[in-house]
């Protein structure tokens, strides 16, 4: 069974210091890795994802993740951080067969950037 | 396109009322799904449908009940409704690929049961 694990539900960080929001996740198949963001009172809306090919993959808004296999990571990682990215960030892995793959998501970080 | 589009809002029901959220898609996506977010819990599939008169159960679909008549419309009913199912209900599709499965969610329905 898959599953996901995020550490740490609150993170703090200053204004264009580097953000790291860590995710690990367990699969007995390869998997299709995903972030997405929540901003307040909103659905939420894809960062990035990873399927096949390049392990560092790019998103929207300056945000990047690098799969590791190895370490089975997928941790989330922007340079500087901005007062707009504050907002809630799910890690979720995909597997499955067929025509539908079931989506299994994290608890979610919450992004606190300090001015 | 107007993506996911879901309502009410928000909704105040007393226990043992009923009510149906009503979500909408104009992706012409088959896949269709409804979760409940829950504070610290992240998010838990209630159901999903894989195409129009095809539903199927997830993790938690326990008091609720979904329809599937068309390829845009995935409604999710409550019938008895109880304080556990205060929450946040979200809609989300995405399309046929299944090497994609990326997906759009609508804005959301807080629902309070008091």
């Known amino acids: 069974a898959q599953s996901v694990t995020q550490l740490g539900s609150h993170v703090s960080v200053s204004e264009g210091a580097l953000v790291l929001l860590r995710c690990n996740y367990s699969?007995?198949?390869?998997?299709?890795l995903f972030w997405y963001v929540q901003y307040p009172n909103q659905g939420l809306q894809l960062l990035l994802k990873y399927t096949t090919g390049a392990t560092l993959v790019k998103g929207i808004n300056g945000f990047e993740a690098e799969f590791k296999k190895s370490e089975t990571s997928f941790h989330l990682t922007k340079p500087s951080a901005h007062m707009s990215d504050a907002a809630e960030y799910f890690c979720a892995v995909s597997e499955g067969s067929g025509g539908y793959q079931k989506v299994t998501f994290g608890i979610g970080t919450k992004l606190q950037v300090i001015p | 396109n107007a993506g996911v589009t879901q309502t009410p809002k928000f909704r105040i029901l007393k226990i043992g009322q009923s009510m149906t959220l009503q979500c909408t898609q104009d992706m012409n996506h088959n896949y269709m799904y409804w979760y409940r977010q829950d504070p610290g819990m992240g998010l838990k599939l209630i159901y999903y449908?894989?195409?129009?008169?095809?539903?199927d159960k997830g993790e938690v679909p326990n008091g609720y009940n979904v329809s599937r008549s068309t390829t845009e419309d995935f409604p999710l009913r409550l019938e008895l409704a109880a304080p556990s199912q205060t929450s946040v209900y979200f809609c989300?599709?995405?399309?046929?690929?299944?090497?994609?499965?990326?997906?759009?969610f609508g804005p959301g329905t807080r629902l309070t049961v008091l």
């Open positions: 449908s894989v195409g129009a008169g095809i539903t």
């Open positions: 699969s007995s198949v390869p998997p299709y």
């Open positions: 989300a599709s995405s399309p046929l690929q299944v090497w994609d499965n990326e997906q759009f």
